[in-house]
């Protein structure tokens, strides 16, 4: 199960989705209320019903997921295994982590009304985009989503301590495992360090490895569920 970070839906993921599928694997990439497309109606959408997509995803598969969330939507992905965590077989966190209980689901990006648009290339100068080339960035701004306000501002409940024992493969692209250590050991990722299997591996990427490194992401997903 494949959940996009913001801006993103579903189709984002297709060609880690191809070649998952490709190896034998019943793939779901997840398009998020709201995110439908530039014209959806994102008035009123909540973290809740975000949440709530998922859950109704894991409740609808035949066996526990392999849940990937990608940057902010490793806090969803981590939210719905909460919920359901008889229902996960492992999460994998794709350049994000998962928020603790009580803070806002993601802070410090300008809205507008109920919308929260891409910032633009400029907010992710350096190793974030390093990797990916004009034209794609070009695309990319013709294809982002604005993410519902109403989502962001929300605050991150979590209830049940199962989900610590499910255990996690975090991803690292524009940063590197010691670095991810060094958060963890400093108490900046409480929620991570709660998880009591945590593997680290690297990608050579930025922040989008799904659209820029995706064979390679492919291989780390597959060997995460193989575990």
Known sequence: ????????????????ARRLEQAGHTVQALTLPGLESRT????????AD????????LDAAAEP???????ASATLACCAADARPEKVSRLVYVGG?????????MQGLPA??????????????????????????????EELVPSPAGVLSDRVRLTDERRHAIPV??????YSPDDLREWMAAGDLPELSRARDVEMVDIDSGHWPQITAPDRLSELILAAAQR
Request: glycine share 12%; with cysteine; aromatic share 8%.
């Open 169 to 174: 493969t975090a991803v690292c692209p524009e």
């Open 65 to 71: 997921s392999l849940v990937v969330g990608h940057s």
């Open 112 to 141: 507008e009304g109920d919308d929260v648009p891409f910032p633009g290339w400029a907010a992710f100068e350096g190793p974030d985009s390093a990797d990916i080339d004009e034209p794609t960035k070009a695309r990319l701004l």
């Open 40 to 47: 959806a109606d994102r008035g009123g959408i909540r973290l």
């Open 97 to 105: 982590f998962p928020g603790e209980d009580g803070t806002a689901f």
């Open 50 to 57: 975000h949440v709530a997509a998922v859950v109704a995803a």
């Open 1 to 16: 199960m494949l959940i996009p970070g913001l801006w993103l839906n579903g189709s984002s993921w297709d060609p880690v």
